[in-house]
């Protein structure tokens, strides 16, 4: 049984400007354990996709399936990261880590362990009482993905949670993330625009063309984890990059 | 097209003050010229009105005489005590229901559809305007001057209140309610923090406002009060006491001002943009 199941999904806009077609007809079942990575052009639908899987929408035909259960709101079994990273200003890191968990009427003494861990895990321990406005981007993304991490989620939902940063620390964060996310495995749906992003982190890559957002293409990615510098340079990525690269740009 | 281009250099070349003021040392100096321009203007002060020869224009010397002899008789105390507890009184009940108001506006459509046509009408009166029709039903009393204060005050403050709740983040939502927040958390631990900043700016101008309507209420009728005593100095010709309230209110002014300010920075230092 897939963890997720995306089952004949159409989204449908209606805007001032008329409808839009944001997806048309979209099946995709993800397994326990996945990284999915959805790449292709703006507007092809692949953030409609995870708000859809989130619960911040409800899809106008067809079945969104987690865990087997129908999708009906958001819910901390799914966790979301957001490119604006969406940490609570006035909170410090440590407090928005524990956001989730307070919810979830954790005691306190476990709490602030909890959140201490997972502020280890993305390299943040020393860095727990600081504001959001005292953290990089790079820093305020691994806060955010801490906080996801710590109310324990199934499936970690990422809307190209890179997508701010600048490319030195874009290609350090997507090492961490691989690193925690080996230590701790969860299913991703990864969102990015930006192919060797999208092959890099993927253990399948999905392929989405817009007007009407369709999946176009699922590419495997059989390179083994622990990735790092080897993989990334090597023919096999290149090729791989290739293909999803013709995906991306080349369809019909 | 060389000459063109001067002007804006000239422009640039300008502004390198602004980047002073950044510094450790623009800003003593700044501290100085305040300092400078003080006893500057008490200078100025002093010369035009021996220069004008016009003994109802006071000089510095006449409104200290005049401003202890207030003290010493204890009626300064008395008026300012009334005033301040006047403006305290309506502005502090302003806000409170300024703040629920402008919060059940912002989140809840019902209300908004409700509310806004009145305040935006009443907004662009000036509540000196209901000061007649105030005094004609409630009289002249204390329920009359702070019931025109707390118009004022919750007018200011109603709309900014309302502004913070519309310019939350969408995203601060969206993140909380993943996290497993339901709508009655949302609005406690994400629009409420996330509104302060605009309703401190909306308490200020509120505070505005409220010295400003109570000063013109007291100076309508009162039996005490700041503005009562401005009033009566007036009908003797007295311009040095008229000097000690206007130096009176403008001092409480600024003083509860910087206090709201100081409140301000220690619930907002989490800003950004500081």
């Not at chain 1, 259960?69 to 957001?82: A, H, K, L, M, S």
């Not at chain 1, 990422?158 to 969860?186: H, N, S, Y």
């Amino acid at each position: 049984m897939p963890l997720i199941s995306i089952k004949d999904v159409t989204k449908i806009y209606n805007t001032e400007r008329g409808r839009t077609v944001s997806l048309d007809n979209v099946s995709l079942d993800v397994e326990q354990g996945e990284f999915i990575t959805l790449v292709g052009p703006s507007g092809c639908g692949k953030s409609t996709m995870l708000n859809l899987v989130g619960g911040l929408l409800m899809p106008t035909s067809g079945q969104v399936l987690v865990n087997d259960e129908p999708v009906t709101g958001p819910g901390p079994d799914r966790g979301v990261i957001f490119q604006q990273y969406a940490l609570f200003p006035w909170l410090t890191a440590q407090e928005n880590v524990e956001f989730g968990l307070r919810l979830q009427k954790v005691p306190k003494k476990e709490r602030a362990e909890r959140a201490m861990h997972y502020l280890s895990l993305v390299g943040l321990q020393d860095f727990a009482n600081a504001l959001p406005k005292e953290l990089s981007g790079g820093m305020k993304q691994r806060a955010a993905i801490a906080r996801a991490y710590a109310v324990h989620p199934s499936v970690l939902l990422m809307d190209e949670p890179f997508g701010a940063l600048d490319a030195l620390t874009r290609v350090q964060m997507q090492d961490d993330l691989l690193e925690t996310w080996q230590k701790e495995k969860r299913t991703v749906v990864f969102i990015t625009h930006d192919v060797d992003e999208a092959v890099y982190l993927a253990s399948r890559v999905v392929v989405m063309s817009p007007r009407p957002g369709r999946i176009s293409e699922i590419i495997d990615v059989p390179l083994a984890y622990p990735r790092g510098e080897e993989i990334r340079l090597s023919p096999e990525f290149a090729e791989i990059r290739a293909r999803v690269w013709r995906g991306v740009h080349h369809h019909e | 097209m060389s000459e063109r281009q001067a002007e804006p250099e000239a422009l640039t070349m300008a502004t390198p003050t602004v980047v002073a003021e950044d510094t450790e040392k623009g800003e003593r100096s700044l501290k100085g010229l305040y300092v400078v321009t003080f006893f500057l203007g008490i200078g100025i002060w002093t010369l035009s009105a021996v220069l004008s020869r016009n003994a109802l224009i006071p000089t510095p010397i006449d409104v200290v005489a005049s401003f202890a002899e207030l003290i010493a008789d204890g009626t300064l105390w008395g008026h300012t005590v009334t005033s301040l507890s006047r403006v305290t009184t309506g502005f502090l009940l302003g806000v409170a229901l300024a703040i629920p108001a402008g919060f059940l506006m912002g989140w809840y459509w019902l209300a908004r559809g409700l509310l806004e046509p009145w305040i935006q009408f009443f907004r662009t009166i000036p509540p000196l305007a209901l000061i007649p029709l105030v005094i004609v039903i409630l009289g002249i009393g204390e329920t009359a001057k702070i019931y025109v204060i707390f118009l004022a005050a919750f007018l200011s403050c109603v709309l900014a209140t309302f502004q913070g709740v519309r310019n939350v983040d969408i995203t601060l939502i969206n993140a909380a309610r993943v996290l497993g927040a339901k709508d009655f958390t949302i609005f406690t631990r994400v629009v409420i923090p996330a509104s302060t900043p605009f309703i401190f700016v909306g308490m200020r101008v509120a505070l505005g406002a409220s010295w400003a309507t109570l000063v013109a209420s007291e100076l309508i009728a009162a039996p005490t009060g700041l503005g009562r005593m401005m009033q009566q100095a007036a009908q003797f010709l007295q311009t040095d006491r008229i000097v000690v309230g206007i130096i009176m209110i403008g001092a409480l002014g600024f003083i509860m001002d910087r206090l709201l300010l100081l409140a301000e920075r220690r619930l907002t230092r989490w800003q950004e943009t500081r």
